[in-house]
């Protein structure tokens, strides 16, 4: 098998703002593994207030200590090659989620069955919701109204800025769409413990369906203290990388859900472990995204067809994209996300 990676900056049709961040492109490096005549693709978005993990990293695992830990394997040789890209190094989780994928893939592509079928999927629609990125209270509502007029019935609204604000524009995006739409917030981290109680409550009569990491990740007492006295479910996300990470929530009962995603995890084989896990211990769960392409998003989505989650998956994030930076693969269609009947992904090649 031969691995070469590709550098990609996707501008976004609108800046996507968030409590930790603003992005105008999505920065990824996308992995393409080959044996020969077929190719199988993976992505390892660059966030650096996520996951801390660059392109250039990110390239240098993949070619350096991924590489090598696959010499001498065979395209078919899924389980083992699986076991080596986990193992070859410390960390990294956003280049082995790639590796990961891109042999999923190629294996599916060299069966000719698309990758949610070879996960054992016949669904071939993913619902997702769509993000409202932080902006002040006017500006939200007109966004909303959009998105809603747009298809997408589950709306996340960015807040952990400031406490006071965000209730404000909360409460003015419900008033804009009406009872009907589903909203959940992200806070990304941005409150403290007390501001994320006072804010959850005074917004609990908007009816919220969760509330996504609403403080600092390594925080599991404080999110247990949240969780404890608000009535909305809390999920956790830049809490939960791996197995660790996971365990560790659920002893401190600092969540009600976990969202999963491959560039935190390391692939779609992590991915189901914590998805069983969770289940196996009362957690609901979603698959989410970083902000990266139809290659990333589509893994996920092909994850979420073979592993149903308790809500609404998170997979709004090639939506954002002005352009599609390759070819083929999944498609949106308001809040569903087609996935390709093509074997594999679908993906056929770069578009830029």
Sequence with gaps: MKLTTHRISAPLHTPFVTALRTATHAESLLVEVSDGSLSGWGEAPQVWKVTGESLAGAQACVEGPIATALEGLGPDDLTEALRRVQNATAGNFGAKGAVDVALHDLVARRLGVSLHGFLGSTVDTVQTDVTLS?????????????????????????????????????????????????????????????????????????????????????????????????????????????????????????????????????????????????????????????????????????????????AVNDLDAAWWLRDAPVTGGIRYDGDLIRLPFEAGLGVTGLSV
């Design 134 to 310: 932080v902006g002040d209270a006017d500006a939200l509502a007109a966004a909303a109204k959009a998105r809603v007029a747009d298809g997408f019935g589950v709306l996340k609204v960015k807040v952990g800025t400031d406490a006071v604000a965000d209730v404000q524009r909360v409460r003015q995006v419900r008033e804009a769409i009406g009872p009907e739409p589903r909203l959940r917030l992200d806070a990304n981290q941005g409150w403290s413990r007390r501001d994320a109680v006072t804010a959850i409550r005074a917004l609990e009569d908007c009816d919220l369906e969760l509330v996504e990491q609403p403080v600092v990740a390594a925080d599991l007492e404080g999110m247990a203290w949240v969780t404890d006295r608000v009535n909305t479910p809390i999920l956790a996300d830049e809490s939960v990388y791996g197995v660790r990470d996971l365990v560790a929530v659920i002893r401190h009962g600092a969540a009600d859900m976990v969202n999963v995603k491959l560039a935190k995890c390391g692939g779609l084989a992590p991915a189901r472990t914590l998805l069983e896990l969770a289940r196996e211990h009362g957690l609901k769960t979603i698959v989410g995204s970083m902000m990266e392409s139809h290659v990333g998003v589509g893994a996920a989505a092909a994850l979420v067809a073979a592993y149903p989650t308790s």
